[in-house]
């Protein structure tokens, strides 16, 4: 599989991970657009949301749950922050692998 964030789970690719445990990686963006900007995926690739299973409801679950506690670590909680998830092309998705962008000031 040719799946960059699949590489990065794999370390084949460094990246900045700022969490991880065994069903979720978290790492600032490369290209960030906001000061604090978080990209959190699962360890399991899934191409997009229109490619969610029922089975994957507790995984999105721990996805925004890792977004939270990510939030609280990094103090950006009080103030507030932005959860994106862009799907598809037409959606802005740019990399084949669900991931959840967390956005603060």
Do not use: W
């Not at 700022?18 to 600032?28: L, S, W």
């Not at 360890?43 to 507790?58: A, G, M, P, T, Y």
């Not at 994106?84 to 959606?91: N, P």
């Amino acid at each position: 599989m040719d799946c960059i964030f699949c590489k990065i789970i794999k370390k084949e690719i460094p990246a900045e991970v700022v969490f991880e445990d065994k069903a979720i990686i978290a790492f600032k963006d490369i290209k960030p657009i906001a000061s604090v900007h978080i990209v959190i995926i699962p360890k399991k690739h899934i191409n997009s949301v229109v490619n969610l299973k029922k089975e994957d409801e507790v995984l999105m679950g721990k996805l925004i749950m890792t977004a939270k506690k990510i939030a609280d670590d990094l103090k950006v909680s009080e103030k507030g922050y932005k959860l994106l998830i862009r799907v598809g092309r037409g959606g802005g998705q740019e990399v084949d692998h669900i991931h959840l962008h967390l956005l603060a000031c």
